[in-house]
């Protein structure tokens, strides 16, 4: 069975997106983005 994660996403928009793509292609639900 697979979990899915509620995720509230922090981090500088060119480091973190590689990361946050990564989230979002796993199939988490995020639920807010924070960025600079």
Do not use: R, S
């Amino acid at each position: 069975m697979k979990t899915t994660l509620k995720i509230i996403f922090a981090g500088t928009p060119e480091f973190a997106a590689t990361a946050l793509q990564a989230l979002i292609d796993a199939g988490h639900n995020i639920l807010a983005v924070y960025t600079q």
